[in-house]
């Protein structure tokens, strides 16, 4: 049945031949499509190389592009690329921006370097810009004080935030799609430090031996050698609180060998000194008499720091030794505005002292103690030795404590009243106060924390900072670690919100174009952006109209005219010398006036007058005490300020430690 | 159940010659090409794996050199190097191969705009490197066409003057 013929054989032994000609031929198909495959694989690896080289050129251009956009922070906030009012809106109110993408691709698809890019990629036959997208993802955006917690009780300002700016750029080669993304980050802030804005004086070197109270007044309070640095507050931080109050910073140069500095309150009996408020109340009860008509209790000071009026108020049977005030810094208020003042820095004081007399049969000569608050410690007066309470019991004496005496002296809601402030301020001593503000962020973003050298240094400040004190991240961490004397401006910080620049003073010309009015005398300042001199500038005489920061690189900012505030512009002028001085040569100077660099050291030739912040590396005070001056602090620079045009933004130029993700 | 043959006395007679050229013929037919494919694709695959390394030489440099400071980056570095012999700039790098030549070279373009529309000028530089397969022979492979790269590095923008 199954028999088959020679012939039959022959046709099977063909079939077999077919067969494994079919399997060969199979196999070698199957094999040519494989290398096919592979080299088709390998074909798109090259296009895709050669797509992404394109895209980084591109890249390359789309970030000046936007970087020199962003640099258009000019009062009019004029960019045509975005809208720049979108990007310093408050972060609750922040929405995701996006740059104009049509007009992004037509720029960079034509952009001359692009352009010949592709011509050596074989021209737009082969190779193409598909797409470009800039936005800033509000997903992205935090705010400092969200990032970090609430720092220290300082007022959160949520203008200033951080967040990613995400470049994307589609290119195709060979219909190959390439996309490549770069983030980067943007910071919108306040560009003068957050430190600075705190204090109406900053000093950040202060040489030892230098006599910082040279001032001698006379028992009423009198200048009879030297004149005074008048630092007055304003309005500043009129609250209670002492996060809000005034603040002085006097750095020295060795944690060790600490300032000592003698305060007193000012001529005016109603003035307030650093540490001690002297509220008329609490000197001042007119009830007195009437609740001690014994006049058991008087009440002197010691030391330093008198107030001429106590001396003729006899009814209060005040003593006290007759020292000299002797205080360079004048800190006072007004009765119904008081401005307290924190003084910063590793500063002894010599507070005002109160202490408790005994009756006027002794002619208060009958020292008994010291009040409790002298102490800088929590004001409540346990543990504190209680000084006796003759009126109740004489003999033998009942102690009673020092709070419990100073409240029957000032009255239980006064005393209350000075107990609470106190507290709020002696608890908050230690000089570094957490101006918390982290600059990078190691959680939301790709960040990558092991490239940055400092990381520790920069997230874990050290247990205690160089005065002992409890740590906490300072103004600026970023560049002044947890010790405000590091506190440093340099270039790398300033330049990303820099928007033009200029040479030196020889280009003054072309700073005048554009930047002060016509024909203008004095000459009106319309600045509203951060301008960059290379080298030395004189600043004229100038009528502030729109503030800014003028900041010079290398050299003096030498101030030969009043720089005056135009009152119905209420502008803040800041000036900035990076590596030289602030000469002034006026009488009166409505600016910031910022000098931190090392080895440099303010020196007034006239008496000052400044209506801003002047935060100096150091101060000649031998020079001061010749002439004096008043120091002003203006409100509109406090960090609670968020009106729109403080604010800059700037797109971090050290890309190293963000990642790009290359699809 | 037994199987037999139909014709018991009929001899048992091989492939004839002429089958069997023919047979050769067409098997010849049918592989030469199939070979020749084959090869072919063998070659584009090892002409391809040449691109890819001559792409990887090209990108070396590339990324060396954009690594450098904008002002640092001159005609100092161009430079034709050929593989198996040291190279001048860019010891660091891993060297190349015999058989690859490398050539590079950087041009400046000055004060030019940024892109189409705008105010905004700049200087920049554009690297091109070029990697050839050079086989001893004076011609050069497909490879070149593939292995240009180019990459900008932008300097710092000049601005208008005008506000």
Redesign the interface.
């Known amino acids: 049945m199954f028999s088959l013929s020679h012939k039959n054989k022959k046709g099977m032994s063909y079939i077999i031949a077919i067969c494994i000609l079919g399997i060969l031929f199979a196999a070698i198909v199957s094999y040519n499509t494989i290398l096919r495959n592979e080299r088709v694989q390998m074909y798109r690896m090259v296009y895709s190389d050669n797509a992404l080289i394109i895209a980084e050129a591109a890249m390359e251009i789309l970030q000046k592009i936007i970087e020199e956009e962003f640099s258009k922070t000019e009062f009019e906030r004029k960019n045509d690329l975005f809208d720049y009012n979108d990007l310093i809106k408050p972060k609750d109110k922040f929405e995701t921006v996006n740059f104009n993408s049509k007009k992004l691709t037509n720029i960079i698809s034509s952009s001359k370097p692009i352009t010949r890019i592709i011509d050596i990629f074989g021209g737009t036959k082969y190779a193409k810009i598909n797409e470009v997208r800039v936005f800033i993802d509000r997903e992205n955006i935090r705010s400092y004080a969200e990032t970090f917690g609430p720092a220290a009780g300082f007022m959160a300002n949520s203008r200033e935030k951080f967040g990613l700016i995400n470049y994307v750029i589609e290119v195709e080669y060979f219909t190959v799609k390439k996309i490549l993304t770069v983030k980067k980050q943007i910071k919108i802030i306040n560009t003068l430090p957050k430190g600075l804005r705190y204090f109406t004086l900053f000093v950040k070197n202060i040489p030892a031996g230098s006599d910082i109270n040279s001032l001698i007044v006379d028992e009423d309070g009198n200048p009879v050698q030297g004149k005074p640095l008048v630092l007055d507050n304003g309005n500043f931080n009129k609250e209670a609180s002492p996060l809000n109050i005034g603040m002085v910073f006097l750095g020295n140069e060795k944690p060790q060998d600490p300032i000592v500095l003698r305060l007193s309150h000012g001529a005016d009996r109603t003035g307030v000194g650093e540490l001690f408020q002297l509220y008329n109340d609490y000197y001042f009860d007119i009830f007195y008499d009437r609740k001690f008509p014994q006049g058991q209790y008087l009440i002197g000071h010691l030391d330093y720091g008198l107030c001429r009026e106590m001396k003729s108020m006899t009814g209060y049977g005040i003593a006290f030794q007759r020292d000299v005030n002797t205080s360079i810094l004048k800190l006072y208020g007004t009765p119904s505005n008081s401005t307290p003042t924190r003084i910063m820095g590793n500063v002894k004081r010599a507070y005002v002292r109160l202490a408790a007399y005994q009756d006027k049969a002794t002619l208060g000569m009958n020292y008994m103690s010291a009040m409790p608050f002298v102490t800088p410690g929590n004001f409540s007066s346990s543990g504190i030795t209680p000084i006796a309470d003759i009126s109740d019991n004489p003999q033998p004496p009942k102690y009673k404590s020092c709070a419990a005496i100073a409240a029957k002296l000032f009255g239980v809601s006064d005393y209350t009243q000075y107990s609470k402030y106190m507290n709020q301020i002696v608890t908050n001593e230690p000089y570094n106060h957490g101006l918390f503000s982290e600059i990078k962020d190691k959680r939301g973003m790709i960040c990558e924390p092991f490239k940055i050298p400092d990381i520790k240094e920069k997230l874990y400040p050290s247990t205690e900072n160089n005065y002992g004190g409890v740590p906490a991240a300072p103004a600026d961490s970023e560049i002044a670690a947890n010790d405000l004397r590091k506190l440093t401006l340099d270039e790398k910080y300033i330049t990303p919100y820099v928007s033009y620049r200029f040479k030196d003073n020889a280009d003054f010309e072309k700073f005048k174009k554009l930047f002060i009015a016509p024909d203008s005398s004095p000459a009106i300042l319309n600045l509203g952006l951060v301008a960059y001199f290379e080298g030395d500038i004189t600043l004229p005489a100038m009528v502030i109209a729109r503030g800014g920061m003028i900041v010079c690189k290398k050299g003096n900012i030498t101030i030969s005219g009043d720089i005056v505030a135009d009152p119905f512009q209420n502008q803040i002028l800041t000036l900035i010398a990076l590596d030289g001085e602030i000469i002034v040569n006026a009488d009166r100077v409505d600016a910031s006036l910022v000098a931190l660099k090392e080895g440099t050291k303010f020196t007034p030739q006239k008496p000052i007058q400044i209506n801003g912040t002047l935060a100096v590396n150091s101060i000649d005070f031998t020079q001061l005490s010749k002439v004096g001056g008043k120091l002003k602090f203006k409100t509109m620079q406090t960090v609670k300020n968020d009106s729109p045009f403080f604010y800059y933004a700037s797109i971090q130029p050290d890309v190293r430690n963000w990642g790009s993700n290359k699809e | 159940?037994r199987?037999?043959?139909?014709?018991r006395n009929?001899t048992?007679?091989a492939?004839t010659l002429v089958?069997i050229v023919i047979?050769s013929v067409i098997?010849v037919i049918?592989?030469v090409p199939?070979?020749s494919?084959?090869f072919e694709?063998?070659r584009?695959?090892a002409d391809?794996?040449s691109?890819?390394t001559a792409?990887n030489y090209a990108?070396d440099v590339?990324d060396y050199l954009k690594s450098l400071p904008y002002e640092k980056l001159d005609q100092s570095f161009n430079e034709t190097e050929a593989g198996g012999i040291e190279s001048k700039n860019y010891k660091m790098l891993p060297p190349l191969a015999k058989g690859f030549l490398r050539e590079v070279s950087i041009t400046e373009?000055n004060n030019?705009?940024?892109?189409?529309?705008?105010k905004?000028k700049?200087d920049?530089k554009?690297i091109?490197v070029n990697v050839t397969i050079d086989d001893g022979t004076g011609k050069k492979t497909d490879s070149t066409?593939?292995s240009?790269?180019?990459?900008?590095?932008?300097k710092k923008?000049e601005?208008s003057?005008k506000?």
């Open positions: 159940m199987v037999r043959s139909n014709n009929q048992r007679r492939f089958e047979t098997l049918a592989i199939m070979l494919t084959l694709h063998y584009a695959t391809i794996v691109k890819v792409a990108k590339i373009y030019e705009e940024i892109g189409s529309g705008l905004e700049f920049y554009i091109r066409k593939l240009l790269v180019g990459s900008v590095i932008a923008l601005k003057s506000k």
